[in-house]
């Protein structure tokens, strides 16, 4: 008896049906627990080559006089660097650090551990790669443009919703463009998911990063390059946003949900792509220096046209979380300001794609996104 | 305003709090979409050492004959070799195909592809790691027993459900027992997804190999090792497995969907196990050769006390796909064969641990085990 022999093999109009597919690589090493954190040391220690090649450790420096650097297992030369992450990462950065490792330190590195939000856990790979990859970070931000394997990197999230930590990229403000490194040598060799490291992150914050989550679920289950692998873990995450956001467990259970959601939400853009918001996300951050979770929901809150389901579950979530978005943010802009963010914008095409189909030009145009940057 | 700071750290009673956490292996690359066979030689291409050094294809014998073996990248040495799946694989089996791949080639094969349902993943696995590691795969069944890793090898899965794919484990009949080869090693280095390949697949066996994944679910999330990484992949193959089997998808979509649930549940075990239906198939398939599916589909229909809601939703699936389970399967055996079968389940100590906690030996005896095996 043969189950569906024969069965004419149908699609849905909005799913792409492709020739070749992405051989996409995971983080090969995982651990989850609270207070996982502890097992940093003995992770470390295998992949030490000898004294004098340390481990570098990047943190956010919200950390600096607190407990957390006391529990890092530094030895030998090992080195902590404490970086602000009041702004994006940008290409300058990257390049200075792997400068300042390089002088520092007479070997190369045994490994480099990014250990905050998106943006450690972005200059951690991205510092990880240009030790291997001459020359500057930004001749790098593309698709597949690294050529070697980048030292033994470690992403360690103390807040949740970016993906980061899952995700082939590490997005940098560059001379002239915000873009991705897009690379399987971006991706993790390790990754610590500690659930209490992000005890202590400030409401709004927290909030704005799992909006990221949220809205990457959103867009990518929306998408027309979705298929079922993506579509499992988007949905997944989107379901954990929602006990998150609207439902009303005990912190510590969010903690650890919310950590989930954007493990498997970074999983989801495996086959799939972020949509408008992060198109338009971009072109503010470019801009205005504005974050990349906050300018998200700044952009998400004006697509009703495109999300209409997404947006609604959006105004419940601030609302129930009691959250207020800043208003007025575009208001004392030039005509310039506003054709840079669109050209930012607009240069995202396969965010374009995914959302609207390969004609999307025909649907979007640069009056469009400016009456949108008006209202935010 | 710093949110949930000093907030006490409670914990569900069910939810064992660990002082050390596996850092648990992802399979690094995978690879999913109908049609991605057709990838498969430009997938393996980076990996070949030289003309001599074969790629090894150990294929479902089912196959012999059709399609799928012209469609496979035989080039050099290469050596496809078919191999019945109606018995569960074997330590002797293991073994004597190492010999045999050993004494056919002058140089240690590049890889092993294992192209089946669970039998040919786990036969894959275990060759994988016995060309590298001396001695009979015997000597490596139990945990972390395994010192070199293994040999470059694939994944193919032909029938969804087992979570073989993900999983660190093979498991094989010994000597003495049916028991994993569970390693770090054991996982395997890349996995292909494609769909289609489970087109034809007989009605009771895609049943039987498809509740292999559903049972899992319902152990591991009813399950003491939980925690929130292993709850929710359990909950989102939960989610698939009641799409598929409860739901009135098309073909094609119910065959993505149940890959992916198979993908999510050999994920859920991460952190967790499996429980009490799978340490008594155990013992069906030591003694009877039951096949593994089919095995936990007997052991868990009489489960009701243990898994009650599990149990209903197994019955209506069964009801719905109109499947009939054989019945008198255990009317014809000896106190000695029992007793053998309650030998290996009792074996099973984590597997019990996790279905009733560190006491289970108070509320499981022999006397349990037999009544509910005479039931069979």
């Not at 905050?116 to 930004?138: E, I």
């Not at 443009?145 to 993906?163: D, N, Q």
Request: charged share 20%; net charge negative.
């Amino acid at each position: 008896m043969a189950l569906r022999e024969n069965t004419e093999i149908k699609r849905k109009s909005n799913l792409a049906v492709k020739s070749t597919y992405r051989n996409f690589p995971m983080v090969p090493r995982v651990v989850f627990g609270t207070g996982c954190f502890e097992q940093l040391g003995e992770i470390l220690l295998p992949h030490r080559k000898n004294a004098d090649a340390p481990m570098i450790y990047l943190v956010d420096d919200v950390f600096e006089g607190k407990d957390l650097p006391n529990r890092l297992p530094v030895i030998f030369s090992d080195q902590v660097i404490f970086i602000p992450a009041d702004e994006e990462p940008k290409t300058g950065q990257v390049d200075a650090l792997v400068e300042q490792i390089r002088s520092n330190h007479q070997e190369i590195p045994s490994g480099i551990i990014g250990i905050g939000g998106g943006t450690l856990l972005d200059l951690a790979k991205a510092v990880a790669l240009l030790l291997t990859n001459k020359g500057s970070s930004s001749q790098y931000q593309g698709w597949d443009l690294v050529r070697k394997p980048a030292i033994y990197h470690v992403g360690i999230p103390t807040i949740s919703g970016t993906g980061s930590e899952v995700s082939r990229t590490t997005v940098l403000n560059g001379p002239k463009q915000k873009l991705g490194i897009n690379s399987d040598y971006t991706i993790f060799d390790q990754v610590l998911l500690d659930p209490n490291l992000s005890i202590g992150v400030p409401k709004d914050q927290w909030f704005f990063t799992g909006m990221d989550c949220f809205i990457h679920c959103v867009e990518s289950l929306n998408g027309t390059f979705l298929n079922a692998f993506s579509q499992s873990y988007g949905e997944k995450a989107m379901d954990l946003c929602k006990e998150v956001f609207l439902g009303d467990l005990e912190a510590w259970e969010s903690r650890e949900k919310l950590m989930m959601a954007s493990w498997h939400g970074g999983m989801s853009i495996a086959y799939s792509q972020v949509g408008i918001a992060h198109a338009m996300s971009y072109g503010l951050s470019y801009l205005l220096g504005i974050r990349h979770g906050l300018g998200n929901c700044l952009v998400f809150n004006q697509l009703d046209d495109y999300y209409p389901e997404g947006v609604q579950l959006f105004r419940k979530m601030l609302a129930k979380q009691k959250i207020q978005l800043p208003s007025g943010v575009c208001s004392n802009l030039t005509e310039d300001d506003f054709n840079t963010m669109i050209g930012v914008a607009m240069s995202m095409e396969p965010l374009w794609e995914n959302a609207l189909g390969p004609d999307w030009r025909r649907d979007i145009t640069a009056d469009i996104l400016l009456e949108m940057y008006r209202k935010i």
